[in-house]
């Protein structure tokens, strides 16, 4: 991951150049749910992996099965059915993924239009993310990264206002069906 630059400063009348020593091959994924229930504050549950055997052929992403591992942690954590509000990342959309949450009444999922990343509020965590923890960091390694980005998803999560931001700015209403009358 390139260092985002927030600010810096040169003088005046030339151009800052940013030196940062050469890309890594080693990759990161993420896989992160904003959670949202009725009179309750909402949540950030996250789950960061690091690939080690990406050069050899293996994954470079999340696959279908640690998805299947995250979401009965937070259907436990959150006590609840799980509404999936997802993305068309091939992940999502896999059989076996759509087989587990048909074999699971508690967790319903929808998808968002392709090309629809205004509308997914995930997005907007990481924008906060690159614009705090991660600006301005040249990491050292990548046990350096993976603690700054645990460290800002920490700080994300303790702030509920943040995650409630980047809910309203989907334009996404969240609605709870209305009980019918027995």
């Known amino acids: 991951m390139t260092p985002p630059t927030s600010r810096t400063w040169n003088r005046r009348g030339t151009t800052p150049v940013i030196r940062v020593r050469g890309r890594s091959q080693r990759r990161f994924s993420i896989a992160a749910l904003c959670c949202y229930k009725p009179g309750e504050r909402t949540r950030l549950i996250h789950r960061p992996k690091r690939h080690t055997e990406h050069k050899s052929g ?6 279908w099965t640690e998805y299947c591992d995250l979401l009965p942690a937070a259907h436990q954590q959150l006590g609840g059915p799980i509404v999936l509000v997802w993305d068309n990342l091939n992940v999502h959309k896999d059989r076996r993924m759509r087989d587990f949450i048909d074999a699971h009444d508690w967790v319903t999922a929808y998808y968002l239009p392709p090309y629809a990343p205004d509308l997914n509020p995930v997005e907007g965590i990481w924008s906060v993310l690159r614009r705090t923890t991660q600006a301005n960091t040249a990491f050292a390694d990548p046990d350096h990264l993976i603690r700054r980005l ?33």
């Open 58 to 63: 293996g994954r470079k992403s999340f696959a």
């Open 150 to 182: 645990r460290h800002g998803l920490r700080q994300i999560q303790y702030r509920s206002d943040t995650i409630d931001g980047c809910l309203t700015a989907t334009g996404l209403t969240p609605t709870t069906p209305r009980l019918q009358p027995q």
